[in-house]
């Protein structure tokens, strides 16, 4: 962040000369700032007691594309890697559907039937018990 002098409001109190911890403040009539030397901590804003001190924003780098422009690029860009994606898996040849076939209802594991696999070997530890 940059800072400059309102001369209007500045009383040449000194103030902000004697808080600036790389002297980047002079004092003639008013203060002035060397933005050169400013590190923009703030010090001097903090201390001036007339409000003198103003911050500026640094300058805007505008580019010539606007930002709905931007935003339909990275749309596109966005659709793009989808629909890649898309024909990599339809082309991919490999089946990564569910499997079918196996042991029934069961899963593939345990006992089987109705209940699936672990239930059977619940009843075995209940009955243990």
Known sequence: MNYQIDESLCTGCGLCVN???VKAIT???TAHIDNDSC???GVCVNVC???AIIEVPNEIVQENV???????SGVATAIGIVRDAINRYTNSGTNTGPRRG???RSG???GGGRGG???GINRQNKRKR
């Open 19 to 21: 808080v600036c911890p």
């Open 66 to 72: 606007s930002v709905p422009a931007v935003i339909a």
């Open 117 to 119: 696999g672990n239930r």
């Open 49 to 51: 007691k007339k409000g």
């Open 27 to 29: 004092l003639s009539d």
């Open 108 to 110: 593939g594991r345990g």
């Open 102 to 104: 196996g042991k029934g």
């Open 39 to 41: 590190t923009g901590c």
